[in-house]
């Protein structure tokens, strides 16, 4: 009796673990089910989105699969920067506020950008290099395209520097370099309004005079040249801040900021500038999805807002903050809004026509709205030279924030 109650109480032993072991295995399997779906709603946003779209928004993710990059906060960083206009000979002289002496500049340069949520990896030049070898990447734009490309060619320079394709002595023109360690290209498109345009009269200011701009076709500058290129980086929206005349079809539909000049027999209607720069994204990216031979990927970058207080470029306005503001302290200007939404929104129609993962977002609105410390300001040359951009907050300090543009860039690039 005693030995059958034995083999009672251990087969009920037995069978109360092999009970236990089964719940685990379940709650397991339930928890990591719920957990995926959840990373997936994160991602998401809404369950409406097409899977491409879905999937450039996740490639754009970073930090992990539930990690929103745009949104965050600047962090103090001790290890920051990552290089200085000593080590690096290939910034811009109008963008080094090292050699200026911009105030406050050692505050200004020890943050770093963190998503909520997530850690952002720091940039690996030699992680980079490996993964674009034998590629090739373009950035199209204006010249906040050129100070992209030239924080991350500083960043490059710790691995290797480039050398300059048929070296040129401009400022406002397209521009390509080579790795040949790493037989990678980079080039600037000068393209600021991203589609064709001209200057309305011979003899004209490029900065002050009227331009006319044709929103319904793609700048040959560029369109015609980015063929072969892996990568192409895509920004633009200042320079509709600027009087210009728009045509479309052969028909001129509107203007906007001043574009008469005065002129009262002048006819054309005023067109928000937000319509403008939502026809040239729409037409560039249509451009670009259905280019004869381009086959690469397509990396969106939203507007970098710039940071005038009591003041225009023009008219005695200046940035002189020395920290970065804080996400619950500041948000996007009414224009600047206007142009992330018209950019946004574009990407999104242009990602579903195309095949998953060819067209990515690279969205630093938010994030360089609370850097209005960032910017070279009057520290972008001596204080008795005369230049046309005399205190300058549209541009980026280098090294400054816009070496975060990169680690996004990396992170998108690793998928």
């Given at each position: 009796?005693k030995?059958?109650?034995?083999?009672v109480?251990r087969?009920a032993s037995t069978t109360?673990?092999?009970?236990?072991?089964l719940?685990l295995v379940?709650f397991?399997?339930?928890n990591?089910?719920s957990?995926?779906?959840?990373t997936r709603?994160?991602?998401?946003g809404?369950s409406?989105?097409s899977?491409?779209?879905?999937?450039?928004y996740?490639s754009?993710g970073g930090?992990?699969?539930?990690c929103?990059?745009?949104?965050g906060?600047?962090?103090p960083?001790?290890?920051?920067?990552?290089y200085?206009n000593?080590?690096?000979?290939?910034?811009?002289?109008?963008?080094?506020?090292?050699?200026y002496?911009?105030?406050g500049l050692?505050?200004i340069?020890r943050?770093?950008?963190?998503?909520?949520?997530?850690?952002?990896?720091?940039?690996?030049?030699?992680?980079f290099l490996?993964?674009?070898?034998?590629?090739?990447?373009?950035?199209?734009?204006?010249?906040v395209a050129?100070?992209?490309?030239?924080?991350?060619?500083?960043?490059?320079?710790?691995?290797?520097?480039?050398?300059e394709?048929e070296?040129?002595d401009?400022?406002?023109?397209?521009?390509?370099?080579?790795?040949?360690?790493?037989?990678?290209t980079?080039?600037v498109?000068?393209?600021?309004f991203l589609v064709?345009?001209?200057?309305t009269?011979?003899g004209?200011?490029?900065?002050?005079?009227?331009?006319?701009?044709?929103?319904?076709?793609?700048?040959?500058?560029?369109?015609?040249?980015?063929a072969?290129?892996?990568y192409v980086v895509?920004n633009?929206?200042?320079w509709?801040?600027?009087?210009?005349?728009l045509?479309?079809?052969?028909?001129l539909v509107?203007?906007?900021?001043d574009?008469?000049?005065?002129?009262p027999?002048?006819?054309?209607?005023?067109?928000?500038?937000?319509?403008?720069?939502?026809?040239?994204?729409?037409?560039?990216l249509?451009?670009?999805r259905?280019?004869?031979?381009?086959?690469g990927?397509?990396i969106?970058r939203?507007v970098?807002?710039?940071?005038?207080?009591n003041?225009?470029?023009?008219?005695?306005?200046n940035?002189l903050r020395?920290?970065?503001?804080?996400?619950?302290e500041?948000g996007?200007p009414e224009?600047e809004?206007?142009?992330?939404?018209?950019?946004v929104?574009e990407f999104?129609a242009?990602?579903?026509?195309?095949?998953?993962?060819?067209?990515?977002?690279?969205?630093?609105?938010g994030?360089?709205?609370?850097?209005?410390d960032?910017?070279?300001?009057q520290?972008?040359?001596?204080?008795?030279?005369?230049?046309?951009?005399g205190?300058?907050?549209?541009?980026?300090?280098l090294?400054?924030?816009v070496d975060a543009w990169?680690?996004?860039?990396l992170?998108?690039?690793?998928?």
């Open positions: 009796m030995h059958n109650n034995l083999l109480r087969a109360g673990l092999l009970l236990i072991l719940l379940a397991t399997v339930c990591y089910s957990l995926k779906l959840s709603q994160y991602i998401d809404t409406a989105r899977s491409s779209t879905r999937a450039s996740a754009g930090g992990g699969a539930a929103d990059v745009a949104r906060e600047w962090v960083d001790p290890a920051a920067p990552y200085t000593e080590t690096c000979p290939l910034i811009d002289s109008r963008q080094d506020c090292m050699k002496g911009k105030p050692e505050s340069l943050w770093r950008w963190r998503p909520h949520g997530c850690d952002l990896p720091r940039f690996d030049a030699a992680a490996r993964l674009v070898r034998g590629k090739s990447m373009a950035f199209v734009g204006d010249s050129r100070n992209h490309m030239q924080s991350l060619m500083c960043l490059l320079s710790k691995v290797e520097f480039p050398t394709i070296a040129k401009c400022i406002h023109c397209t521009r390509k370099y080579h790795y040949r360690a790493h037989n990678f980079v080039c498109f000068w393209a600021p064709r345009w001209n200057l009269r011979a004209a200011l490029q900065f002050m005079d009227p331009h006319n701009v044709f929103l319904d076709e793609a700048d040959p500058e560029w369109s015609r040249g980015v072969g290129y892996d895509l633009g929206a200042k509709f801040t600027r009087p210009t005349i045509y479309e079809g052969g028909r509107g203007c906007n900021n574009c008469h000049g005065g002129d027999n002048a006819t054309a209607a005023t067109a928000p500038p937000e319509y403008a720069v939502r026809a040239s994204f729409r037409t560039a249509r451009a670009l259905e280019h004869p031979v381009f086959r990927t397509v969106v939203t970098a807002p710039p940071h005038y207080e003041g225009k470029w023009y008219d005695g306005g940035c020395t920290r970065p503001m804080r996400s619950d500041t996007l224009t809004a206007a142009f992330h939404a018209a950019q929104e999104r242009a990602a579903a026509a195309a095949a998953g993962g060819r067209f990515l977002l690279m969205d630093v609105s994030m360089m709205q609370m850097r209005g960032g910017h070279p300001g520290y972008g040359h001596w204080p008795h030279e005369k230049v046309g951009f205190i300058d907050c549209v541009h980026w300090c090294p400054g924030p990169n680690e996004l860039l992170h998108l690039l690793r998928g």
